[in-house]
């Protein structure tokens, strides 16, 4: 099973992550100054793959990041909903 990183390494992750956009942007528009975009056999479909790759692991970190400042500014909605969850389980419903 896989740990939950600790603040400092989902920071130190967050800034590689940035930084290798950014590199990756720096491509892109080096790539659209020569008015040749990579090809597939040039690695194109490569770089367009790591760059969403990128993109996906910032987006997961900020949505992660998101719902925990919210679970701890609104404990009474993860009670709730956990509460809710247990009742759901306890009694399915039948249809």
Same mark, same amino acid.
């Given at each position: 099973?896989?740990?939950?990183?600790? #603040?400092?390494?989902?920071?130190?992750?967050?800034?590689?992550?940035?930084? *290798?956009?950014?590199?990756?942007?720096?491509?892109?528009?080096?790539?659209?100054?020569?008015?040749?975009?990579?090809?597939?056999?040039?690695? +194109?479909?490569?770089?367009?793959?790591?760059? *969403?790759?990128?993109?996906?692991?910032?987006?997961?970190?900020?949505?992660?990041? #998101?719902?925990?400042?919210?679970?701890? #500014?609104?404990?009474?909605?993860?009670?709730?909903?956990?509460?809710?969850?247990?009742?759901?389980?306890?009694?399915?419903?039948? +249809?």
């Amino acid at each position: 099973m896989a740990q939950t990183p600790t #603040s400092t390494q989902r920071d130190e992750l967050k800034a590689l992550l940035l930084k *290798r956009r950014a590199e990756q942007q720096t491509e892109m528009l080096q790539n659209q100054k020569n008015l040749s975009p990579p090809t597939h056999d040039e690695g +194109g479909m490569v770089q367009r793959n790591v760059a *969403r790759e990128v993109d996906q692991v910032l987006t997961d970190m900020e949505r992660a990041t #998101s719902r925990e400042s919210t679970a701890r #500014s609104r404990p009474w909605q993860t009670a709730a909903t956990a509460n809710a969850t247990n009742v759901a389980a306890t009694f399915p419903s039948s +249809g």
